[in-house]
C-alpha cells in the first residue's frame, strides 16, 4: 500500500525550497540499468550493461555519492546497433566492463562505505524504521519503474545463479508514486520532468544521466509534499512480483512509460 501523503506548500509561489521536511528516508539510491535490448522481438534475457547508482539526501535534495560501472554481458556479448543507438554505449565500453558478478561485489562495498562513513541503514523485513536509533540514517533505493530491480536484475541473477545484495529486495517505484500523487500519467521519465517545468539534463537513456534525472525528479516531488515509501518488496510479494512483472519488449522502452 503506498503511503503518500500531499502537504500545502509553506513557501510562496516560485521560490524553491532550500530544505526538505517530514521524509522517512535521510538518503536514497537512485538506480538506472541499461541492458542488452534488440530491435526485433526475441526470447534473449536481457543484461545489465551499465550499472550507475547515485546517494540522494532527502534533506537537501543533493546528490553526495555516485556509483558507475560498464557490465560486460556475457550470454549475448556482441551489442545490437539498436543498443548501441538507443543507449549510446559502445562494443568497446563492455567489453572493458566487469561481469555482474564482480560488478555487485564492487557495488556492495560502496554501500558498505556509506554505512561506514555517513550511517546509513536499510531496514529488512524483521525491522521497522522506529526501530532505528536516531543516530541511524534510514535509505531505501528508488528507480523509475519496478523494471531495474524486480526484472532485469532479479531475472538475470537467478539466470547466471548469483547471489544479489540482500539490500536490493526492496525500493521505491518513483513511476507509480508520481501517478498517485500528481494524478496523471506520465509519458516517460523525460515527460514527467517536463510537465513539471524541469528540463532533462544530459542524454536520455544513459543509465548515469537517467539516474540523475530520476533524482532530480525525486528531490521536486519531495518539495511539492510528496513523502516516499516503499512500494515494492520481494521478500514479502516475490510470488505477485514474479507473475505481474512482465519482461519488457525486446527494446527496453516500456519500463520508460
Known sequence: KL????QRSQ?????????ISNQIFSYLVVIDFESTCWREKNNYGQ??????AVLLNTSSGEVESEFHTYVQPQEHPVLSNFCTELTGITQVQVEAGIPLQICLSRFNRWVQNLQLEKGVMFPNKE??????????????????????????????????????????????D?????????????KGLNGALQDLGI??????????????????LAARMMRDGCVLKITRSLETVSGHLTTSLKKPDSSNSTRDS
Request: net charge positive.
Open 47 to 52: 543484461e545489465i550493461i551499465e550499472f550507475p
Open 3 to 6: 503511503g503518500l501523503l500531499r
Open 11 to 19: 513557501s510562496t509561489s516560485g521560490v524553491k525550497k532550500s530544505v
Open 174 to 186: 518513483l513511476r507509480s508514486t508520481y501517478r498517485l500523487f500528481y494524478s496523471r500519467k506520465p
Open 127 to 172: 525491522q521497522t524504521c522506529s526501530a532505528f536509533p536516531p543516530s541511524q540514517k534510514m535509505c531505501t533505493f528508488l528507480t523509475w519503474s519496478d523494471w531495474d530491480l524486480g526484472v532485469c536484475l532479479h531475472y538475470e541473477c537467478k539466470r547466471k545463479q548469483l547471489l544479489k545484495p540482500d539490500v536490493l529486495s526492496s525500493w521505491i
Open 199 to 216: 528540463q532533462f539534463s544530459g542524454r536520455e537513456h544513459s543509465g548515469l544521466d537517467d539516474a540523475r534525472n530520476t533524482a532530480r
